[in-house]
């Protein structure tokens, strides 16, 4: 499986100096950045999209990981591509044919991945599971940061190991010095974290602390 890693997620960061938190985090250790893109319809919550994407991409070479929650996501991959995403996150609830959707972001060139919210049943991915690099459990519904660990994903996690051994897992949602290594030992590969960062001054001394749980 892949070096596990940890993702700083740009949710609660100061959305005032993005450039200088991507800084920030590329010092503190982060190699990928999580972009939770919302469009207060699929949830209730907005954020940001394209423009906020290709603002990121003129000052960073880490790799873009965007997590679309919104409700038309093949509407907007292209767009999101040409922004500069390198990986493309579509919920697996908010489209009906999960397994065309991911092929129609493979054929744009970037990695795909699905996501699932923590009620929804890993019996949903079955189809599209062929088409992707990569499953994203939650472990809050998506939405909002600073939620509280819903420990189904872990069983998400280890089903999902021990049948597909090479594909790709990520979790987000609550992780932190005490979530982490459970994940990690339920087989997943890459944390998105963003309390447990944002809410602490120094992201090199938060990011160090969860990075030694999961290569131990
Ligand atoms: C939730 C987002 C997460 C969130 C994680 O909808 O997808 O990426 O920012 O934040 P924490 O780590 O605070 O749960
Ligand atoms: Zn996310």
């Not at 999580?34 to 999209?49: E, I, K, Q, R, S």
């Not at 992707?132 to 872990?154: C, H, R």
């Not at 069983?155 to 290594?181: M, N, V, Y």
Request: negative net charge; proline residues 6%; aromatic residues 6%.
């Amino acid at each position: 499986d892949a070096a596990p890693a940890v993702l700083p997620s740009l949710l609660l960061c100061d959305f005032g100096d993005l450039k200088g938190e991507v800084a920030k985090l590329h010092d503190a250790g982060a190699r990928v950045l999580h972009l939770d893109v919302m469009d207060g319809h699929f949830v209730p919550n907005m954020t940001y999209a394209m423009p906020i994407v290709s603002g990121l991409r003129r000052h960073t070479d880490m790799p873009l990981d965007v997590h679309l929650m919104i409700s038309d996501p093949l509407k907007y991959a292209g767009p999101m591509v040409d922004a500069g995403a390198d990986m493309l996150t579509f919920h697996v609830e908010a489209v009906r044919d999960a397994a065309e959707t991911a092929a129609r972001i493979r054929d744009l060139g970037v990695s795909v991945g699905v996501a699932l919210n923590p009620e929804t049943p890993l019996g949903s991915l079955r189809e599209c599971l062929a088409n992707v690099d990569m499953v994203l459990v939650m472990s809050v519904e998506a939405g909002f940061g600073g939620q509280k660990f819903n420990p189904i994903a872990l069983e998400k996690l280890q089903t999902l190991r021990s049948e597909f051994p090479d594909l790709l897992l990520q979790i987000d949602g609550g992780i932190d010095a005490t979530t982490i290594g459970p994940a990690r030992a339920a087989g997943c590969d890459l944390f998105v974290v963003g309390s447990a960062i944002f809410k602490k001054g120094d992201y090199k001394a938060a990011i160090s602390t969860l990075d030694d749980q999961i290569r131990s």
